[in-house]
Nanobody, 125 residues
Framework: QVQLVESGGGLVQAGDSLRLSCSAS????????MGWFRQAPGKEREFVAA???????YYAEPVKGRFTISRDNAKDTVLLQMNSLKPEDTAVYYC???????????????????WGQGTQVTVSS
């Protein structure tokens, strides 16, 4: 059983920055692929970023160059630094863990085994 707890969301203005944090329980966190997804009202949950155990990072096109995912295996934490925020970034952001990464499908919600409760990010124009 893995528990994921997100924090760091809030209300900001366009152009501002936020840093989301996801704290994970689990004895083998360093082996997990960790992902961030988001879901806006009336829309499907979509991929934002993922980071493999070795540190390889992948991003959705809308956030490339603005968001940075990182992990601290000593603290069982994954971070999402979000810069130059736009109103279209408004959503609930979810952290997810893939305990047995074996494919390159890090962008699919179906490969993740555990999810956090989500944290709201609202960007005003």
């Amino acid at each position: 059983q893995v528990q994921l707890v997100e924090s760091g969301g809030g209300l900001v203005q366009a152009g501002d920055s936020l840093r989301l944090s996801c704290s994970a329980s689990g004895r083998t966190f360093s082996t997990y692929t960790m992902g961030w997804f988001r879901q806006a009202p009336g829309k499907e949950r979509e991929f934002v970023a993922a980071i493999w155990s070795r540190g390889n990072a992948y991003y959705a096109e809308p956030v490339k160059g603005r968001f940075t995912i990182s992990r601290d295996n000593a603290k069982d934490t994954v971070l999402l630094q979000m810069n130059s925020l736009k109103p279209e970034d408004t959503a609930v952001y979810y952290c997810a863990a893939d305990l047995s990464p074996s494919s390159g499908a890090y962008y699919r919600t179906s490969v993740y085994d555990y999810w956090g409760q989500g944290t709201q990010v609202t960007v005003s124009s």
